[in-house]
């Protein structure tokens, strides 16, 4: 199986499914079995890492590591390496001080981003956008690449956290920026975007707090309701 | 699914090589408590004739529909357990392997508990893909009986008479405008004395006599099309006249450049050479120095360029012992880190260099030759001590290098290369002559640095496996491929087509407007599309989301199967 195979919803996957720490091995740069399939795995693994990160997990715990099938010496070094910085971090949620309910959700929002349209048209042109630029012909740099990953990286896993958190009940901007740790003016910002996408109503249950609610569920949060 | 589920495992002991290692008795126990496993067999060895009957008679009398077998890797032994669940009414895309020996007992030698427990993880999560394996049928596409074949050199001269010998077309495409490659420049090959330029001129001559062989210098690969069996290469002489080509297999031949040792020991062409100039003195009888210098690994195993050239050391010696014989007199010494003179042949040459006179003296990277006017100075590692030789001419013996234009043709091909820009085979000992895509094969130089002998052998091997599919006519290809399993879904936006690493995939336009297409025998399987689709409308057959993700599942599931608790 080609990295590129590798689905970031596949790596959330493990990591829900209670994996510590997640290792893709990929063929050298140049030198894929599959022409470049693993170009696009170094893409999709950044993004990954990046939404991690947003979502207060240790990047740390997705690794890739690129080798030849002739380099047992290497592989073993890599995964070593690997396994000796899974140990220092322990179990997944525990240095990052997440409690299981709040790792789950903020997991199940990752994985609802990376599955969503914006993160993968992000990634996927990321190699013809470095290579051959884009509709004007502007190339982009790996520093320009990497504020993009991080600005779509932090949008989205907000809007997915917000649906997730706002799907049961409807919450003030106050709770929201409380429990996803971030402040009630980014919260705020979000929201009205996401109303204007129809994302989310607008509910007042007496007269004086407003509070948002979930107009859709998310996909996932349809999948997880199946398997249950 | 209304079939149910009646999965066989079947762990094999490889005689110590698992068994030695890990309880696989423990483990097959373990398999039988999963879900769906009705059958369980411990083998000897199941790659035998016993164990494969074994596994024959197992499917027929206990009526499996799928079969998972632990053992090595799919590499050496998948063929054979698709072809034993064939053979009993299995289709062999209901087989799934467990690797438990390269992955399991080998490396945990030290560790047999941990090992038989990791080998029932590796089968509990074989076991849960099983579960959702999908029957499929092979891809089978007609091949067009002809051959292109890039590079008009020694290698690609063989492959192309090799083919046009058993009947079939070859087109012989070369950039250059005369057939030939470096064997041209060449003044004689070893081990033998054997000229060069008749050697390959009387190879030319039967090339262009072959009726069945079209030769086309001065062109290139522009483009090309299509997939095995069914190529349309673009060929053109860069002056606007394109000729398109339609073609079954392509063997790639363009061999290798020698490195001009510019700006490194005083190289000015004159009095510092390389090899090529050498030995068109030599050819020329225009070589008339009295005290030659010869200086190994310029520019190879360095830091840039970390390889070995192989073929350098046999040609500088080669080179010495025709220097001698010309002129006894002459003083010739070769300057070396370390001699490749692998068999039997070349050993018998380094040994008759000795015997003429011809000096060997080691040096290290560390202490490089200095080539000063008229003599070079270089730190002797047996002596222990500097030496200065006298020179009136010194020769830098180069490695070969990738051939400019490697790294384009390799993107027109759609098949890799390595860091040095040589093409890289399909498997290193397995497949040493195919590349990863069906249909395109390597020789020659072009993928590694080689001798005239190693050429001609690769050449043949090439085109002796180009020469299965064009008489088979017909060409099964793996059905391991992406579908568009929801059109409903495809949004047509074109991001699988555009990250294809095969062209495999075009937008059509439908009455439900535009939507991918998958070209099923271009396809090979990576998955970057499924991967990629933000509609999911996208499978990767028999590496399906739904597979991998029972096996994901599968693997961190121990604990509630062995306390009893339900997944």
């Known amino acids: 199986m080609c990295s590129g195979r590798v689905d970031p919803v596949l790596i959330l996957e493990a990591f829900m499914c209670g994996s510590d720490g997640v290792f893709i091995g990929a063929c050298l740069p140049g030198e894929c079995h599959y022409a470049d399939g693993n170009f696009s795995t170094m893409g999709k693994v950044a993004l990954t890492q990046k939404v991690l990160a947003n979502q207060g997990v240790n990047p740390d715990r997705l690794v890739m590591r690129m080798m030849s099938s002739a380099e047992g010496a290497k592989f073993v070094e890599h995964v070593t390496a690997f396994q000796d910085r899974i140990k220092e971090l322990g179990k997944l949620g525990s240095t990052e001080g997440l409690q299981p309910s709040e790792l789950e959700l903020k997991l199940k929002a990752a994985k609802v981003a990376l599955k969503g349209k914006k993160l993968r048209w992000v990634v996927g042109k990321y190699m013809e956008f470095q290579q051959q630029g884009n509709l004007y012909g502007e190339k982009f740099t790996q520093h320009e690449f990497n504020r993009l990953f991080d600005e779509v990286a932090m949008d989205e896993c907000t809007i997915q956290e917000?649906?997730?958190?706002?799907?049961?009940?409807?919450?003030?901007?106050k709770n929201l920026a409380e429990l996803m740790g971030l402040s009630p003016r980014r919260v705020l910002r979000h929201l009205v975007d996401m109303r204007k996408m129809g994302l989310v109503v607008l509910e007042s249950d007496d007269k004086k707090t407003v509070t948002w609610r979930a107009a859709v569920s998310s996909a996932e949060a349809i999948e997880s309701e199946k398997t249950k | 699914m209304a079939e149910e589920l009646r999965i066989g495992v079947f762990v094999c002991r490889c005689g110590t090589n698992i068994a030695g290692f890990l309880d696989t008795e423990d483990v097959a126990k373990y398999a039988k408590t999963l879900p769906n496993v009705v059958f369980t067999r411990e083998n000897l060895f199941s790659c035998s004739e016993a164990g494969v009957t074994d596994i024959k008679n197992a499917i027929t009398e206990n009526k499996l529909n799928r079969v998972v077998v632990a053992a090595c890797t799919p590499l050496t032994h998948e063929p054979t357990f698709r072809a034993?669940?064939?053979?009993?009414?299995?289709?062999?895309?209901l087989f799934e392997f467990v690797n438990i020996r390269e992955q399991c007992s080998w490396v945990h030698k030290a560790l047999r508990e941990e090992a038989t427990q990791k080998a029932k993880d590796l089968i509990r999560m074989g076991v849960a893909r099983a579960a959702l394996l999908e029957p499929r049928e092979s891809i089978v596409t007609d091949v067009i009986p002809s051959a292109l074949v890039i590079g008009g050199g020694i290698a690609g001269l063989t492959a192309a008479l090799a083919l046009a010998n058993r009947g079939f077309e070859v087109k012989l495409v070369e950039r250059?405008?005369?057939?030939?490659?470096?064997?041209r420049d060449l003044h004689q090959i070893y081990p033998y004395e054997i000229g060069a330029r008749g050697f390959i001129s009387s190879k030319i001559k039967e090339v262009e006599e072959n009726p069945k062989i079209e030769v086309l210098t001065g062109h290139s690969l522009e483009k090309l099309g299509g997939f095995i069996?069914?190529?349309?290469?673009?060929?053109?002489?860069?002056?606007?006249?394109?000729?398109?080509?339609?073609?079954g297999v392509i063997i790639v031949a363009t061999g290798a450049s020698l490195l001009v040792p510019e700006g490194s020991f005083s190289y000015n062409g004159e009095d510092v050479i390389n090899q090529l100039q050498l030995e068109e003195r030599l050819k020329n009888q225009a070589f008339d120095a009295q005290n030659i210098v010869m200086i190994k690994c310029v520019g190879a195993r360095v830091k840039e360029r970390l390889y070995c050239s192989r073929i350098c050391c046999m040609t500088a010696i080669k080179d010495g012992i025709l220097i001698k014989k010309q002129n006894p007199d002459a003083n010739v010494h070769i300057l070396y880190r370390d001699l490749?003179?692998?068999?039997?042949?070349?050993?018998?040459?380094?040994?008759?260099?000795?015997e003429l006179g011809v000096r060997f003296v080691n040096y290290s990277l560390d202490s490089p030759p200095v080539v000063e006017d008229g003599k070079v100075k270089?730190?002797?590692n047996v002596l222990g001590r500097e030496?200065?030789?006298?020179?009136?001419?010194?020769?830098l013996i180069t490695p070969l290098v990738a051939r400019e234009g490697a790294a384009e043709l390799s993107k027109l091909l759609k098949v890799p290369l390595d860091e040095y820009k040589f093409f890289l085979e399909a498997h290193v000992k397995l497949r040493p002559n195919d590349f990863a895509t069906d249909g395109i094969y390597i020789c020659g130089s072009a993928h590694w640095p080689v001798s005239t002998g190693e050429a001609i052998q690769q050449a043949l091997g090439a085109a002796s496996r180009a020469s299965i599919h064009?008489?088979?006519?017909?060409?099964?290809?793996?059905?391991?491929?992406?579908v568009l399993f929801d059109e409903e879904a495809c949004r047509g936006c074109g991001l699988c087509a555009s990250l294809c690493p095969y062209a495999a995939i075009e937008m059509v336009e439908t009455e439900k407007g535009t939507k991918a297409k998958m070209i099923e025998v271009a396809c090979k399987g990576c998955g970057v599309c499924a991967a990629s689709c933000y509609k999911q409308a996208i499978k990767m057959i028999h590496y399906s989301d739904e597979q991998l993700t029972a096996q994901i599942r599968a693997a961190f599931q121990k604990k509630e199967v062995e306390s009893g608790v339900q997944a």
Do not use: H, W
Request: charged share 25%; aromatic share 4%; proline share 3%.
């Open chain 2, 470 to 482: 064009l008489t088979n006519k017909k060409v099964k290809v793996e059905p391991i491929v992406s």
């Open chain 2, 340 to 354: 490749m003179c692998y068999g039997v042949a070349n050993e018998e040459l380094l040994r008759q260099a000795k």
């Open chain 1, 162 to 173: 917000i649906l997730l958190r706002t799907q049961d009940e409807p919450l003030s901007v």
């Open chain 2, 387 to 395: 030496l200065e030789i006298e020179s009136d001419l010194v020769v």
């Open chain 2, 378 to 380: 270089v730190q002797s």
């Open chain 2, 84 to 93: 034993a669940c064939e053979d009993a009414g299995l289709n062999p895309f």
């Open chain 2, 176 to 183: 250059e405008k005369k057939l030939g490659g470096m064997l």
């Open chain 2, 229 to 247: 069996g069914n190529y349309q290469a673009t060929v053109g002489s860069g002056e606007g006249s394109a000729k398109e080509l339609k073609v």
